[in-house]
């Protein structure tokens, strides 16, 4: 694993410096022009996905000045994500129908429990279910998965959930340092489709403020490829 990481640092300077002619790195650029430059920078053998980058003004400290929330995309990340549903006998055919890739209740727990295998990125519950997820909590807490209502995977209707996520909802909150990052869709899309869900996603963190926030807020946003540079983005 560690030898991984070393390559992939290597990997990421050497498209750095490839790309240091194509744009000014003390610049900020318009969304279009940064996506644009994106995708001639990406040298990526594969189809390499669109990260946004936030920097804002809170303190990630303080409760009452956290940032988490969830928002469906309009044109999805390009990404296929597993999902995984804690629900009642009653309500199994509905998210099986929605496309969800493990289905159950205490039986799929136990499951879980036992094997301590989570083969699925993000998890949706039924709210009567969250007391019989004590059992594994845990074991999806420390991974990212324990649901919640803040990112709306606990939920009373969680076919639509796991419909929305199959689309490319995703769930966005502040890391230590403030930050918040997200990927807004594949280096494939239309330039026009990740300009849009830069700015639903933009609109969305400009709402998401703390009042408890005091001075700049959104202090400064950037755009990469995976592995690519990061483009500042005039905001």
Not at 19 to 24: G, V
Not at 27 to 53: C, P, Q, R, T
Not at 209 to 232: D, H, R, W
Request: glycine share 6%.
């Amino acid at each position: 694993m560690p030898k991984a990481k070393i390559v992939k640092k290597e990997e990421v300077k050497k498209v750095t410096k490839k790309a240091a002619p194509l744009f000014d790195n003390t610049k900020s650029y318009g969304i279009a022009e940064a996506i644009e430059l994106i995708k001639k920078i990406n040298k990526a053998k594969f189809d390499a996905s669109v990260e946004v980058h936030f920097r804002l003004g809170i303190d990630p400290k303080k409760g009452d000045q956290q940032i988490r929330g969830a928002i469906s995309l309009p044109h999805g990340t390009g990404k296929t994500v597993k999902v995984a549903a804690f629900v009642s006998s009653a309500n199994e055919k509905a998210v099986k129908a929605a496309g969800a890739d493990f289905v159950g209740g205490d039986e799929l727990i136990a499951e879980i429990k036992k094997t301590e295998k989570t083969d699925f990125q993000v998890a949706v519950a039924e709210p009567e279910m969250m007391k019989n997820l004590a059992a594994i909590a845990k074991i999806l807490g420390t991974r990212g998965l324990m649901p919640s209502p803040k990112n709306d995977t606990v939920t009373q209707n969680p076919a639509k959930a796991v419909e929305e996520l199959k689309k490319g909802k995703i769930s966005f909150k502040n890391d230590d340092t403030s930050n918040v990052h997200a990927v807004i869709g594949k280096v494939s899309f239309d330039t026009n489709k990740l300009v849009e869900n830069f700015n639903v996603f933009l609109e969305t963190i400009r709402k998401a403020k703390p009042n408890s926030s005091k001075g700049v807020y959104l202090k400064n946003s950037s755009v990469s490829s995976t592995m690519g540079p990061g483009i500042k983005v005039s905001l």
